[in-house]
């Protein structure tokens, strides 16, 4: 409801109460609204920090597979050495 101070001073007393009851209407609707809004907005931020924990975690536990295919990289490395050297000695013991 729009009204202007001109407007006010001319109404009667029952009209500036009906007025007062829809104000407090509007009121009470808006807060309920503001109260939905900030519960939305806090998910949100839940959902936001939530994707931050899971991106860190990815990002972790990318780390720990990176360290473990160099260790198998590694373990594949020396198991070749070692079996050339096996050749070799093989190949000396025909000799």
């Not at 991106?55 to 050339?84: C, P, R």
Request: proline share 0%.
């Amino acid at each position: 409801m729009n009204i202007n101070r001109k407007n006010i001073k001319k109404l009667k007393r029952r009209e500036l109460l009906e007025v007062m009851l829809d104000m407090q209407s509007e009121i009470d609707d808006l807060k309920k609204l503001n109260s939905s809004l900030l519960s939305k907005l806090e998910m949100r931020d839940l959902d936001i920090e939530s994707a931050g924990s899971i991106a860190e975690a990815s990002l972790k536990i990318n780390k720990v597979f990176e360290a473990a295919q160099q260790a198998a990289d590694m373990y594949l490395h020396n198991i070749k050495n070692k079996q050339s050297d096996t050749d070799i000695r093989n190949l000396n013991i025909l000799k």
